[in-house]
């Protein structure tokens, strides 16, 4: 079977799209390009924002104008929470945001290997987000409906036997919407591509319900990959010969609260006292451990590899957290906030915990600790009852902490989220309007960042040849490129010596 690949949204979805794309390649299938007159087109969808959802139906359709013969199939959080929608766009097979192995199986098992007709696995089935509170698994219950050659319905909980081909009952009794513990699906890294950075995803799901979020209700519960297979996956990476290591999660932050019970008493913390933790709970102190376990085991199972970190939820930044993360020999200078806004008020209304008082703080303790570390962040814009007021304090506030680059966005409702319900709904045209001036501010702090770069020395491990010139990133997450040869997945010091159309050009040291 020759078959494609697009994914839509983060990291997370990219971890996944590459495990179902290598569990096929186990199965002995091709992957080749949308185009290349596929059996199976996948897309892994993303709902995060009305645009994604746009692009995930839009792609849907692409899809079916460039393969007409091709079987449509497709995952990840938009199938898994509007999977009737999909349906109607005419796909043969869809997935969630959850079982990816499952999927690849069931889109394997679209290839005649002994079984025929049409699959399609609604994660959903008819509920809808708002009258389902949200579930303790995430998941909120799966139902798998399967048209066999004769036609017959095969209805929920019955498990597709690949070798005899028939049936198994599983679950059979357990009603509809019967929650399964939360398990976190343990897919080995690695890409079929690039050989050089790598993903590592060690967390799903999240238990932080901000306001304007959508993803608990799909991703469910945070749960986390086991420090042991933290260990394996590391190691395998670095066998793999990948230089550098992307830890990604859904919220990382959030790391290893499933994995240490909540009646151990935190002995006294190097800081004492702990600002407010994500959810109020006292685990931040395991979280803190944790992630930073997770992290130094990473470390310790590939002392080669440099490690970047996804974002970070800035309640989790306390100077103790800060020194502690400084003490990871290979780690990144790089770290990316969660901030989503600059005011006090917004935060409350989004539901995040944490004031701008305590973000200044992590940004003194993160400078302190890490030399010239790119400290970038994440910034939604327009939120319900935003006011005029409320945006310039988070302008000043931006500007204030001086981010070396920020991903900006207006505010976009998704139903069945408690801010879709708030009065005081900002205009569309205002969210963008001041997603626009707020990314006016970050270009310039951006290049005042990359300006005060000139003449340093930085390492940049090396990813592509492009235009006459070999470009990779630095620790910092700058795009250095250099017209000296270098081979692909290399490490090299480099001297930054000029800006060309805001292209950062340097030497080999
Ligand atoms: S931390 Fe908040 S924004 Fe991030 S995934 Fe969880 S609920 Fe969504």
Do not use: W
Request: aromatic letters at 6%; a negative charge.
């Amino acid at each position: 079977m020759k078959f494609c690949t697009l994914t839509l949204g983060c990291k997370v979805n990219q971890y996944e799209t590459q495990a179902i794309e290598r569990i096929l390649c186990e199965f002995g299938h091709t992957l080749v390009d949308l185009g290349d007159g596929c059996d199976v087109c996948i897309l892994n969808t993303c709902a995060v924002t009305a645009e994604s959802v746009r692009k995930s139906r839009q792609t849907i359709r692409r899809m079916k104008k460039l393969e007409p013969d091709a079987l449509i199939t497709v995952c990840g959080c938009y199938s898994h929470l509007e999977s009737e929608e999909v349906a109607d766009l005419g796909v043969d097979l869809i997935g969630g945001a959850t079982d990816r192995c499952e999927f690849a199986r069931m889109v394997a098992g679209t290839q005649g290997d002994g079984s025929s007709g049409l699959f399609c696995y609604h994660p959903l089935g008819s509920v809808s987000v708002q009258n389902h509170p949200p579930s303790v698994d995430g998941t909120l219950f799966s139902k798998r409906t399967v048209t066999q050659g004769d036609g017959s319905l095969v209805l929920f909980g019955e498990q597709m036997d690949e070798n005899s081909n028939s049936f198994s009952r599983t679950q059979e009794n357990r009603p509809p919407g019967f929650l399964r513990p939360p398990v976190f699906e343990e897919l080995p890294p690695g890409n079929t591509a690039s050989r050089t950075r790598a993903l590592l995803k060690i967390q799903d799901g999240c238990n932080n319900f901000c306001t304007y979020c959508i993803v608990p209700y799909i991703r469910g519960r945070s749960r986390s990959l086991p420090l042991s297979k933290v260990a394996e996956y590391a190691k395998l990476l670095e066998e793999q010969g990948y230089k550098e290591i992307v830890v990604t999660g859904i919220e990382i932050s959030s790391y290893g609260i499933d994995l240490f019970s909540k009646t151990d008493e935190p002995s006294p913390c190097p800081e004492g006292n702990h600002p407010p933790s994500t959810d109020g709970t006292l685990f931040e102190k395991r979280a803190y451990l944790s992630l930073i376990t997770a992290i130094s085991t990473i470390q310790n199972a590939a002392p080669n590899a440099r490690l970047r970190l996804g974002s970070l939820n800035p309640s989790l930044l306390t100077p103790g957290f800060c020194r502690e993360l400084s003490k990871i020999p290979n780690l990144c200078n790089h770290i990316h906030l969660s901030l989503q806004s600059g005011c006090d008020e917004t935060l409350l209304r989004m539901g995040r915990k944490y004031n701008t008082t305590q973000v200044l703080e992590s940004i003194e303790s993160i400078t302190k600790h890490f030399n010239d570390c790119s400290i970038t962040a994440d910034l939604i814009t327009g939120i319900p009852g935003e006011t005029d007021e409320e945006f310039k304090q988070t302008l000043s506030f931006i500007e204030k902490a001086a981010f070396a680059d920020m991903h900006i966005f207006p505010y976009s409702l998704r139903p069945g989220t408690k801010a879709a319900k708030m009065p005081n709904q900002v205009e569309k045209n205002i969210r963008k309007e001041r997603a626009k001036t707020a990314t006016e501010i970050a270009a310039n702090m951006s290049n005042d960042f990359t300006q005060k770069q000139l003449g340093k020395t930085v390492e940049v491990l090396f990813e592509q040849e492009k235009s006459g010139y070999y470009s990779g990133h630095s620790t910092n997450y700058l795009e250095i490129s250099v017209k000296e040869k270098v081979e692909r997945n290399s490490v090299q010091n480099v001297r930054i010596t000029e800006i060309q159309n805001e292209r950062l050009i340097g030497e080999i040291n």
